[in-house]
């Protein structure tokens, strides 16, 4: 639900503190001496013209209300977790003061909750999976001594033997309750079933929740169940699940308990009992921190026993890539499993996993996961511990991958990425003139403020913006059809000149006082050319990049 919020949210770009031209991190002092500076420009009364003063009152009232939000401290915590549009929900002024971000974004949330509730009403929460899993053992296992004995040796027969899909769908009934309908269908070398099942879920109160489920299949017979989560301690939670399998067997009972304490920050411990068809007491240990992730689990059980070891790897990279490792042993035998994930798109992971052990063989899973979809394609290779099958497993798909990844994603990932930003550009055209009106007029409003600065800074040859561009910059290696997108800003940025300094915080500069976006969606540069002591510099500083010159400056020789 917070994610829907702050996708609403990041529609309004309004930032005050670029406004202000302050840190995030910036006291009340440093508020203070920005705002009472602005309004000394912006202030309506220094201004006669009817039209300026029209336009002073605008960006003065912009400036007020900046001030306004930052300077309170309760406002300031909603506006840095939500941006304008946080402010802007009722029931704020019933909470209390002092409040902590994690509290206020706690209590944002419960004030969005009727809203949220009402829309998850007319909606149903759909996940699949589909499994497909392909007999491949041909392409290897045939290569044995009967193989020469076989007139032109054929060829590798691979099919489909067997096939799962499952769906299910969430119904919410009341704020409390929630029904879930769900069914599969699976077949294996010609023969299958299916079942459909019921679950009603009731929140009974913040610290628990229980639910009864009824199904009925055409191999087991009907189903009866039901299952309580209680959370016994901020730390330590509890699960118990009890149910009745009637099939032409009879009657089959089960009944499981699980309970789990988080042992630090990152630690996570379970214990699990489980009575029934697969007797068994499970114990683990999960360790997730924002790099790693590693499971150890020991199961003792009547039919199967073993202890699994499992670690993976998180790179904090654009594509969320993952690496994985297991070993897993126990009565059926070993089995080791190494693998990678990588997201390929904004709704869709791909992950390949090779499994090898005594004696399942060698098993490629492949997985996609799309959204709220999981696909699955098990490809069964052979029967035997081949090191060539263990080769083609691992070396197959990744350059499969890389090939479908720079013929066919990329490029389609930049065409989309091209519309994308053509239909932002639509969309925010009236914004920006808007905007621009906007940076026309601070513009005009600041000449007379220039002109004493200039005169100031020239009599102690200081600080003199000569010109000065924002915008995107065509370089060397930029494509032929590509233009430059500036604006001047010349006239912006002497005006927050100060005893010789130009200060710009670590922020986007499109916010700032006579600036506005000249290319909505593009990487943004900021170019200088000033005279300090009389000596001329240039300086390129990237968009959120925080400036001070002429300290960080490049100087220009006279010759050039």
């Given at each position: 639900m917070a994610a829907s919020l702050d996708d609403d949210l990041e529609l309004d770009n309004q930032d005050y503190y670029s406004l202000l031209n302050v840190r995030k991190e910036a006291t009340q002092d440093e508020l203070k001496a920005s705002y009472r500076r602005l309004c000394m420009l912006y202030h309506p009364d220094k201004h006669r013209d009817p039209e300026l003063k029209q336009q002073a009152e605008q960006l003065f009232n912009q400036v007020h209300q900046a001030y306004e939000v930052l300077s309170d401290p309760q406002s300031r915590a909603i506006y840095d977790i939500f941006g304008k549009k946080g402010l802007e929900v009722e029931g704020w002024e019933v909470v209390e003061r002092k409040r902590t971000p994690a509290e206020i974004r706690e209590e944002y949330e419960r004030l969005q909750r009727d809203r949220d509730e009402r829309r998850l009403q007319q909606r149903?929460?759909?996940?699949?999976?589909?499994?497909?899993?392909?007999?491949?053992?041909?392409?290897?296992?045939?290569?044995?001594?009967?193989?020469?004995?076989?007139?032109?040796?054929?060829?590798?027969?691979v099919e489909i033997n067997k096939m799962h899909i499952s769906?299910?769908?969430?119904?919410?009934?009341?704020?409390?309750?929630?029904?879930?309908?769900?069914?599969?269908?699976?077949?294996?070398?010609?023969?299958?079933?299916?079942?459909?099942?019921?679950?009603?879920?009731?929140?009974t109160s913040a610290k628990g929740w229980g639910e009864v489920e009824v199904g009925a299949g055409d191999i087991l017979g009907p189903l009866f169940g039901v299952k309580v989560?209680?959370?016994?301690?901020?730390?330590?939670?509890?699960?118990?699940?009890?149910?009745?399998?009637f099939s032409p067997r009879g009657?089959?009972?089960?009944?499981?308990?699980?309970?789990?304490?988080?042992?630090?920050?990152n630690t996570m411990g379970y214990l699990q009992w489980r009575w029934g068809p697969n007797s068994a007491m499970t114990t683990s240990l999960v360790r997730d921190t924002k790099t790693t992730h590693c499971t150890l689990a020991l199961q003792l059980g009547v039919l199967n026993s073993y202890l699994m070891m499992s670690y993976q790897y998180k790179f904090q990279d654009e594509d969320q890539?993952?690496?994985?490792?297991?070993?897993?042993?126990?009565?059926?035998?070993?089995?080791?499993e190494y693998g990678a994930e990588r997201k390929i798109s904004r709704h869709s992971v791909l992950s390949a996993t090779v499994s090898m052990?005594?004696?399942?063989?060698?098993?490629?899973?492949?997985?996609?996961?799309?959204?709220?979809?999981?696909?699955?394609?098990?490809?069964?290779?052979?029967?035997?511990?081949?090191?060539?099958?263990?080769?083609?497993?691992?070396?197959?798909?990744?350059?499969?991958?890389?090939?479908?990844?720079?013929?066919?994603?990329?490029?389609?990932?930049?065409?989309?990425?091209r519309e994308d930003l053509e239909l932002q550009r639509i969309s925010s055209a009236t914004d920006i003139a808007k905007k621009k009106q906007e940076a026309e007029s601070a513009v005009l409003l600041m000449q007379e403020s220039v002109r004493r600065i200039i005169e100031g800074e020239e009599s102690k040859m200081g600080l003199i913006i000569l010109n000065a561009w924002y915008g995107k910059f065509v370089t060397d290696t930029s494509q032929k059809q590509e233009r430059a997108q500036v604006i001047d800003v010349t006239v912006p940025l002497q005006c927050?000149?100060?005893?010789?300094?130009?200060?710009?915080t670590e922020a986007s500069k499109v916010g700032l006082p006579g600036f506005y976006d000249p290319c909505v969606g593009e990487e943004k540069s900021l170019k200088l050319l000033y005279q300090f002591r009389g000596v001329l510099h240039q300086?390129?500083?990237?968009?959120?990049?925080?400036?001070?010159?002429?300290?960080q400056s490049h100087r220009i020789d006279a010759e050039s």
């Open positions: 149903t929460n759909p996940k699949g999976t589909i499994s497909v899993g392909v007999d491949a053992t041909d392409l290897f296992d045939r290569y044995d001594e009967d193989f020469e004995e076989m007139p032109g040796g054929g060829l590798p027969h769906q299910s769908i969430e119904a919410p009934l009341t704020n409390k309750d929630t029904a879930v309908l769900s069914g599969s269908l699976s077949t294996h070398n010609g023969t299958g079933g299916g079942n459909i099942n019921v679950v009603v879920r009731r929140v989560f209680r959370n016994l301690t901020a730390r330590c939670f509890l699960t118990a699940q009890c149910g009745v399998q009657m089959r009972p089960s009944c499981s308990l699980m309970t789990a304490r988080h042992l630090d920050h890539t993952k690496v994985k490792g297991s070993l897993k042993t126990g009565w059926f035998g070993t089995v080791v052990g005594i004696p399942q063989g060698v098993t490629l899973k492949i997985r996609l996961s799309r959204a709220s979809q999981t696909y699955l394609f098990p490809i069964h290779l052979t029967d035997q511990l081949l090191p060539s099958a263990v080769f083609y497993a691992t070396v197959g798909p990744l350059l499969l991958y890389v090939a479908v990844h720079r013929l066919i994603v990329i490029p389609y990932t930049r065409a989309q990425k927050m000149v100060k005893d010789s300094k130009l200060c710009l300086v390129l500083s990237a968009d959120c990049e925080a400036l001070r010159i002429p300290k």
